[in-house]
């Protein structure tokens, strides 16, 4: 048999085998695109950039300082209704509110934001370990019994208490119970994925404890902690504004939503929009969040990228 | 089982012990005294030597330490009263020296009769010895039960009484009706006792301890302010232990000995037992939070279980969509914005902005807190009941009831509901508690007299025995409403084992 002058030989390339056998996947192209697809979600991120923004740079333009009141003896600047030259309007005291609102906004948000890396990183330690060593469950277990049991406000509140008002002293309250239960939901989830074969398999071939947790275990999880943040941060806003409102969370020397709604409740009658801005906030931040949060957090987990 | 039962009641002790244990550490080490005493108005009316005194037996009452007048140290370790009281003498040098050895502070007090001339003073001494905090725990849970017993009268005013009660117990009907075991020489006059009222036998022979109220409210129990009714006083015509008959708020059967009566109270009560609680015409603080707590649970569950099945049942429908907005939206909107919000839109129906405008008569006083309550907890409810649903509804036995040919309305009310109710089961008495805990805004903003705006007003004044006494409430609440939520689980569903079989 003579060679065929119609065929001609090909070198073999190897990185277009590779081409046909699995198809072009990026996972976070993947999570962006699945993202992106929905609008509500394109939305409501533009809107927490935003505010974010706003809350980052406004104050640093205005210099508010909460403790400042130098129109306090000018009857004329109290209580002005929202205008042009004072957004949001005047407090009792002549402050502007449009300042106090985003210098209010970054304190709740730095807040809530470190209470959750607090959380979701001691949380997800712990988790971890807890859901691998059976021993380790036994006492965490229990420690998580006696925690778990405990209203979340009450604990928030005897702590303020006893270690006074302040930020600091804010993020520890709310995030020195919260991270067992973070842990606890991330222990469910290891236990699950736990046991499964290809975990067994990678035992059997010797990885090492480290290994697995942070290459098998760790990616599963991405969208499950995703949750668990999405779900913090609105619900650590949340917890801000009504200690301070109770009088137990920040002190005078910050202004923060909970601390312009406390002062705000005084004048709900007279002038309820001092009311209604810091509220509009507070209730922006946390639903956006939550919503862009939520998408993420199904964007993330790869069983979406199916299709 | 009922090993598993005792052990979980064990560990649920243990967690209420460790708890208040913790906080109890926590409130008296690290609140800086001075802090009690700033909402006191009578300290700041006192200054000099008075202000120590009136301060170091303050902090004594509140378990912060151990006090002593030199009256108390004479009284007690010397032969010699009064010797002992004359100042810088030799016996009352030899007494201080016997507590700075026990370890006491000793502290001198130097008062001028006249502030120019230093000459003239009197010189007293007080002592005291500071507990730390382990001392202060265990003092706590010694003194928390406290067992009445018929020499308690003598034992306690034996000094104060011109001649010792006589102790006994009888059975016996008082001149009103009320029938029960009776006690002279005991704190209560009733020790067991039958009543009309729920739940028809009550008692007085063990009662809970916390001490007293202070600042507000000083030198009453805290258990008392919080179980006692509130409001106007309500008197009832009724009869004393003198045969006198007249209109009074005074429950008899509540009342405690006086060791010195005025003579009004001997007039009526002869018998020296005249310290009673009276009645009020509104409910106590416990009852109003549990009043609101109850109507919201009740008016969470018969939204969310028919709303919630609807959305499983119609997935991915309009309504399964308008749902879903409506629980992110209500699970990420921050509580006191819903609260505001919901208490502007009652004010154009002419919903009161406050409770007590209206106060405890008005059913309108309740319509709007309670809706508040429920809306706060309604989201997680509706969400995990259409989770369940929709998980259970992929399950092969409904698979089978579709192939068996039942209606899909037959499958999700008859099979996948009992099965998806479970786990909700559970939580019900969970959600009781967390109406109480949830009602720490609520009733915050709508100045409801609750427990739950107690708590927040107490810590607001360093009401610290208050603190601790409602957080031992609530922790109690807590872990029994989870004990007792996995026990209704095994009795609405008999698989679930709670107990662990065999090894692993």
Same mark, same amino acid.
């Given at each position: 048999?003579?060679?065929d002058?119609?065929?001609?030989?090909?070198?073999?390339?190897?990185?277009a085998?590779?081409h046909i056998?699995?198809?072009?996947?990026?996972?976070w192209?993947?999570?962006f695109?699945? *993202?992106?697809s929905?609008?509500?979600a394109i939305?409501?991120l533009?809107l927490?950039i935003?505010?974010?923004?706003?809350a980052?740079i406004?104050?640093?333009i205005?210099? =508010?300082?909460?403790?400042?009141?130098?129109n306090i003896n000018?009857?004329?600047s109290? *209580?002005l209704r929202p205008?042009?030259?004072?957004?949001f &309007?005047?407090?009792?005291v002549?402050r502007?509110?449009f300042?106090?609102?985003w210098? &209010?906004?970054?304190?709740s948000?730095?807040?809530?934001?470190?209470?959750?890396?607090?959380?979701t990183?001691?949380?997800?330690?712990?988790?971890m *370990?807890?859901g691998?060593?059976?021993?380790l469950?036994?006492?965490?277990?229990e420690?998580?019994?006696v925690?778990a049991?405990?209203?979340?406000?009450?604990v928030?509140?005897l702590?303020?208490?006893?270690f006074g008002?302040?930020l600091?002293?804010?993020?520890?309250?709310?995030?020195?119970?919260?991270?067992i239960?973070t842990a606890y939901?991330?222990?469910v989830?290891?236990?699950?994925?736990?046991d499964?074969?290809y975990n067994?398999?990678?035992?059997c071939?010797?990885?090492p404890m480290s290994?697995m947790?942070t290459?098998?275990?760790l990616?599963?999880l991405?969208s499950?902690i995703?949750?668990s943040?999405s779900r913090d941060?609105?619900?650590f806003?949340?917890?801000e504004?009504?200690?301070s409102?109770?009088?137990?969370?920040?002190?005078?020397s =910050?202004a923060?939503?909970g601390?312009?709604v406390?002062d705000a409740?005084?004048?709900i009658?007279?002038?309820?929009?001092l009311?209604?801005?810091p509220l509009?906030?507070?209730?922006?931040i946390?639903v956006s969040? =939550?919503?862009? &949060?939520q998408t993420?957090a199904d964007?993330?987990?790869?069983r979406?990228h199916?299709? | 089982?009922?090993?598993y039962? @005792?052990?979980?009641?064990?560990?649920?002790?243990v967690?209420?012990?460790?708890?208040?244990?913790?906080?109890?550490?926590?409130?008296y080490?690290?609140?800086?005294t001075t802090?009690v +005493?700033?909402?006191?108005?009578?300290?700041?009316?006192?200054?000099g030597?008075?202000?120590?005194? /009136?301060r170091?037996?303050?902090l004594d009452?509140?378990?912060y330490l151990?006090?002593?007048?030199m009256?108390?140290?004479?009284?007690?370790?010397s032969?010699?009263y009064a010797a002992?009281?004359?100042?810088?003498?030799?016996e009352?040098?030899?007494?201080?020296q016997? !507590?700075?050895d026990?370890?006491?502070?000793i502290?001198?007090?130097?008062?001028?009769?006249?502030?120019d001339?230093?000459?003239?003073?009197?010189?007293?001494?007080?002592?005291?010895y500071d507990?730390?905090? %382990?001392?202060?725990?265990f003092?706590?849970w010694?003194?928390l039960v406290?067992v009445?017993?018929?020499?308690?009268v003598n034992?306690?005013?034996?000094?104060k009484?011109?001649?010792?009660v006589e102790e006994?117990y009888y059975?016996?009907?008082?001149?009103?009706?009320?029938?029960?075991?009776?006690c002279?020489?005991?704190?209560?006059? !009733?020790?067991? !006792?039958?009543?009309?009222?729920?739940?028809f036998i009550?008692?007085n022979?063990?009662?809970?301890?916390?001490?007293?109220?202070?600042?507000?409210?000083?030198g009453v129990?805290?258990m008392?302010i919080?179980?006692?009714?509130?409001?106007?006083?309500?008197s009832?015509?009724?009869?004393f232990?003198?045969?006198i008959?007249?209109t009074?708020p005074?429950?008899q059967?509540t009342?405690? %000995?006086?060791p010195?009566?005025?003579?009004?109270?001997?007039? @009526?009560?002869?018998d020296q037992?005249?310290?009673?609680?009276?009645? /009020?015409t509104?409910?106590?603080m416990?009852m109003?939070s549990?009043? +609101?707590?109850?109507?919201?649970?009740?008016?969470?569950?018969?939204i969310a279980?028919p709303f919630?099945?609807s959305?499983?049942q119609h997935k991915?429908k309009l309504i399964?969509k308008?749902?879903?907005?409506v629980?992110?939206?209500?699970?990420s909107l921050p509580?006191l914005a819903?609260? +505001?919000f919901?208490k /502007?839109?009652?004010? +154009?129906f002419?919903?009161?902005d406050?409770?007590p405008? @209206?106060g405890?008569?008005d059913?309108k006083?309740y319509?709007l807190?309670?809706?508040?309550?429920?809306?706060?907890?309604l989201p997680?409810l509706?969400?995990?009941?259409?989770?369940y649903?929709v998980?259970?509804s992929?399950a092969?036995?409904?698979?089978?009831?579709?192939a068996?040919?039942l209606s899909q309305?037959?499958?999700?009310h008859?099979h996948?509901?009992?099965?998806?109710i479970?786990p909700?089961v559970n939580?019900?008495?969970?959600?009781?508690i967390l109406?109480?805990?949830g009602?720490?805004i609520?009733?915050?903003?709508?100045?409801?007299?609750?427990m739950g705006?107690m708590?927040?007003d107490?810590?607001?004044?360093?009401?610290?025995?208050?603190?601790i006494?409602?957080?031992?409430i609530?922790?109690t609440l807590?872990?029994?409403?989870?004990?007792?939520?996995?026990?209704?689980m095994?009795v609405?569903?008999?698989?679930i084992?709670l107990s662990?079989k065999g090894?692993?």
């Amino acid at each position: 048999m003579t060679q065929d002058s119609r065929f001609t030989f090909v070198k073999v390339d190897e990185s277009a085998s590779e081409h046909i056998a699995a198809p072009q996947y990026s996972y976070w192209k993947s999570v962006f695109r699945r *993202f992106f697809s929905s609008k509500v979600a394109i939305f409501m991120l533009v809107l927490i950039i935003v505010i974010i923004l706003m809350a980052i740079i406004h104050p640093m333009i205005s210099g =508010y300082d909460n403790l400042n009141m130098e129109n306090i003896n000018d009857p004329t600047s109290r *209580f002005l209704r929202p205008s042009l030259e004072h957004l949001f &309007g005047t407090d009792s005291v002549g402050r502007d509110q449009f300042n106090a609102v985003w210098s &209010g906004t970054r304190t709740s948000l730095f807040a809530s934001f470190a209470a959750t890396a607090v959380t979701t990183i001691i949380g997800v330690i712990v988790g971890m *370990f807890w859901g691998f060593s059976k021993r380790l469950d036994v006492i965490m277990i229990e420690i998580y019994n006696v925690i778990a049991n405990i209203p979340y406000t009450l604990v928030c509140m005897l702590i303020m208490y006893t270690f006074g008002a302040g930020l600091v002293q804010l993020i520890f309250a709310m995030s020195c119970t919260t991270w067992i239960s973070t842990a606890y939901f991330i222990r469910v989830q290891v236990m699950i994925i736990r046991d499964r074969d290809y975990n067994l398999a990678s035992r059997c071939l010797g990885t090492p404890m480290s290994k697995m947790i942070t290459h098998n275990i760790l990616p599963y999880l991405i969208s499950v902690i995703m949750t668990s943040i999405s779900r913090d941060v609105p619900s650590f806003i949340s917890s801000e504004v009504f200690l301070s409102y109770l009088g137990v969370g920040l002190g005078q020397s =910050y202004a923060s939503l909970g601390r312009l709604v406390q002062d705000a409740v005084k004048y709900i009658q007279s002038a309820p929009y001092l009311l209604i801005f810091p509220l509009v906030v507070a209730a922006s931040i946390s639903v956006s969040l =939550y919503i862009v &949060g939520q998408t993420l957090a199904d964007a993330s987990d790869p069983r979406t990228h199916m299709i | 089982m009922k090993k598993y039962i @005792l052990i979980r009641i064990l560990k649920s002790i243990v967690s209420i012990f460790m708890v208040v244990s913790i906080v109890l550490a926590m409130i008296y080490t690290m609140i800086p005294t001075t802090k009690v +005493f700033e909402q006191d108005p009578a300290f700041r009316r006192l200054s000099g030597s008075d202000a120590i005194f /009136y301060r170091y037996n303050k902090l004594d009452e509140l378990g912060y330490l151990d006090n002593m007048t030199m009256d108390d140290m004479c009284r007690e370790s010397s032969d010699d009263y009064a010797a002992c009281m004359i100042s810088d003498s030799e016996e009352n040098l030899r007494v201080l020296q016997v !507590y700075e050895d026990k370890g006491y502070t000793i502290e001198r007090l130097v008062k001028y009769q006249n502030p120019d001339d230093t000459s003239e003073a009197t010189v007293d001494y007080i002592a005291h010895y500071d507990y730390n905090a %382990f001392q202060i725990i265990f003092n706590f849970w010694t003194n928390l039960v406290r067992v009445d017993n018929s020499g308690f009268v003598n034992n306690t005013y034996g000094k104060k009484l011109s001649e010792p009660v006589e102790e006994r117990y009888y059975f016996g009907t008082d001149q009103n009706g009320v029938t029960g075991l009776m006690c002279s020489g005991c704190r209560y006059k !009733y020790q067991i !006792y039958f009543d009309g009222n729920f739940p028809f036998i009550h008692q007085n022979i063990i009662k809970l301890n916390f001490g007293n109220s202070f600042p507000t409210n000083a030198g009453v129990p805290t258990m008392e302010i919080i179980s006692r009714g509130q409001g106007e006083q309500a008197s009832t015509e009724q009869t004393f232990p003198s045969g006198i008959t007249q209109t009074s708020p005074y429950i008899q059967t509540t009342c405690e %000995f006086m060791p010195t009566p005025d003579q009004a109270s001997l007039r @009526l009560f002869p018998d020296q037992y005249a310290d009673c609680i009276s009645a /009020y015409t509104s409910p106590s603080m416990i009852m109003t939070s549990y009043i +609101f707590g109850i109507a919201s649970l009740i008016l969470v569950y018969v939204i969310a279980l028919p709303f919630g099945i609807s959305m499983a049942q119609h997935k991915g429908k309009l309504i399964d969509k308008f749902g879903v907005v409506v629980i992110n939206l209500l699970i990420s909107l921050p509580s006191l914005a819903l609260i +505001f919000f919901l208490k /502007y839109i009652g004010s +154009f129906f002419g919903m009161p902005d406050k409770f007590p405008q @209206l106060g405890f008569n008005d059913i309108k006083s309740y319509i709007l807190p309670i809706i508040i309550l429920a809306l706060l907890s309604l989201p997680s409810l509706m969400m995990w009941i259409r989770r369940y649903m929709v998980d259970q509804s992929n399950a092969d036995y409904v698979k089978f009831a579709k192939a068996k040919g039942l209606s899909q309305k037959e499958i999700f009310h008859k099979h996948i509901l009992k099965n998806a109710i479970i786990p909700i089961v559970n939580g019900i008495p969970g959600s009781v508690i967390l109406c109480i805990s949830g009602a720490f805004i609520t009733e915050s903003v709508f100045a409801i007299p609750g427990m739950g705006k107690m708590l927040p007003d107490s810590i607001k004044v360093a009401n610290n025995n208050m603190v601790i006494t409602i957080t031992f409430i609530l922790t109690t609440l807590s872990v029994l409403s989870v004990l007792l939520g996995d026990l209704l689980m095994t009795v609405v569903d008999p698989r679930i084992q709670l107990s662990a079989k065999g090894g692993d």
